[in-house]
């Protein structure tokens, strides 16, 4: 009997919209968890009109039925945690009674955004565009095995002892490496902050393992919830422009203490084109003004940074291996409505390397910075599709396009999301009927 769960993670660089479909899904799971990233994973929710951006806090708390925890592998900053709540409360969301977070998360603290800050701004680094939140030194200090966990954060003696030794230690890095010109961080002043916000995280704190494996074993279903897209995956994306975490479909095990064997299905969410925010290679990136046109018409700007975003045509070998090393079982397509006026598509369906080509994404970026693309271009449909949720009142060639996708891409199409709200979505009845087995 196939497991009650589902992942639902990014095919790219994130900003696919997986806040939506998860927001979608989420009516009937029993609770969603975030099992990876922090807060610079902005995922946006519209529900009637009304707008939810969540950064830490997993898209389900806004279903009423549904609890929403964020997972061990999770880098949690304890002030942006509770101003996020604080803006739910505000919004009427029962937070307090539904939301959990795992006592075995790391938590980021103000060091970790001024080395992060530091480092991006030395003359000479290897600038990778990141956020500077503080995510990746968090997740350095994990895995270095000197990080402070939130089970940690709560015991005050603790956190006061961990507080000194690393404010003395990174003062000394960042003076060191960056220049002296960099503020020195006070640790009094940290652990009073700190120590003050432990108190307010402390009630939602759990072993969220054993409430997740709880939850599996008295017949409920649960979702899990990427963050940022495949690409950024610190192993299998476009190395070292990456995340600091495994945004893959593997990380939904490590990143909530729930066994892989518990994996039932892999929902992959792709736009209908492909974006990327910040630095790295992007093989199908569009330089002129349509690059402009589709930035317009998608509102192609980071729910977070509120950065511009790269816009592009959709690479099919990309989304090939993508779906490969999710194991991806169905696609979704967001944003189908924004080339509504193109009069025909591109899409990437090959490369040449060197004069060779090929449809293998090189695990190098300076492969991928030589990669030309090679097109196959579609027609276009030249109608409206938003607001259409029935596959077969689609326009013949908006049809064409989605299976050209799926044949192409190694996984089927089974949601394709034609504007932003909750109800401009459309099921097809294959996938409807993989979630009512999920839920039997």
Request: with cysteine; hydrophobic share 40%; net charge negative.
């Amino acid at each position: 009997m196939r497991a009650k769960t589902a992942v639902v993670l990014g095919a790219q660089w994130g900003d696919e919209g997986k806040g939506k479909i998860v927001d979608v899904l989420s009516e009937r799971f029993s609770a969603v968890a975030r099992y990876a990233g922090g807060h610079n994973a902005g995922h946006t929710v519209i529900i009637g009109g009304q707008k939810f951006v969540l950064q830490l806090i997993p898209c389900g708390v806004l279903r009423p039925t549904c609890k929403g925890i964020i997972g061990n592998g999770v880098v949690l900053d304890p002030i942006a945690f509770l101003s996020e709540v604080a803006k739910l409360r505000k919004l009427a969301v029962a937070v307090d009674e539904r939301l959990f977070v795992s006592n075995r998360a790391q938590v980021i603290l103000p060091y970790h955004r001024m080395i992060e800050l530091a480092a991006e701004r030395a003359p000479g680094r290897q600038k990778i565009g990141t956020t500077s939140k503080g995510i990746g030194p968090a997740y350095e200090d994990k895995m270095s095995r000197s990080g402070l966990r939130v089970v940690d954060l709560l015991q005050p003696v603790l956190l006061k002892t961990h507080i000194e030794a690393a404010c003395a230690e990174k003062n000394a890095i960042v003076r060191a490496l960056f220049g002296v010109g960099t503020v020195a961080l006070d640790p009094e002043k940290m652990f009073d902050e700190y120590a003050a916000a432990a108190e307010q995280v402390r009630p939602f704190v759990a072993d969220t393992g054993r409430l997740l494996n709880g939850i599996l074993a008295a017949g409920g279903s649960v979702m899990f919830e990427g963050a940022q897209g495949t690409m950024l995956d610190i192993d299998h994306g476009t190395y070292p422009f990456v995340t600091s975490s495994s945004a893959t479909a593997g990380g939904a095990a490590t990143g909530t203490g729930v066994g892989p064997t518990a994996i039932g299905t892999v929902i992959s969410v792709t736009k209908a084109y492909v974006t990327r925010v910040g630095e790295g290679p992007f093989p199908t990136e569009i330089h002129d003004e349509m690059g402009e046109e589709l930035r317009a018409r998608g509102n192609e700007y980071g729910a977070v940074t509120g950065r511009p975003r790269r816009c592009g045509w959709l690479d099919i070998p990309l989304l090939r291996y993508s779906n490969q090393v999710n194991g991806a079982e169905w696609l979704v397509v967001t944003k189908l409505d924004v080339l509504d006026e193109l009069a025909e598509i591109p899409i990437c369906v090959g490369y040449e390397i060197g004069g060779k080509v090929t449809d293998e994404v090189p695990a190098d970026v300076q492969g991928l910075e030589q990669i030309t693309p090679r097109y196959v271009r579609l027609k276009g449909w030249r109608e409206r599709t938003d607001g259409i949720t029935e596959f077969d009142k689609l326009p013949l060639a908006a049809q064409e396009y989605l299976r050209f996708q799926e044949r192409e891409s190694g996984a089927r199409i089974g949601m394709v999301s034609t504007g932003p709200d909750r109800e401009q979505t459309m099921v097809l009845d294959e996938f409807r009927s993989a979630l009512d087995e999920i839920h039997r």
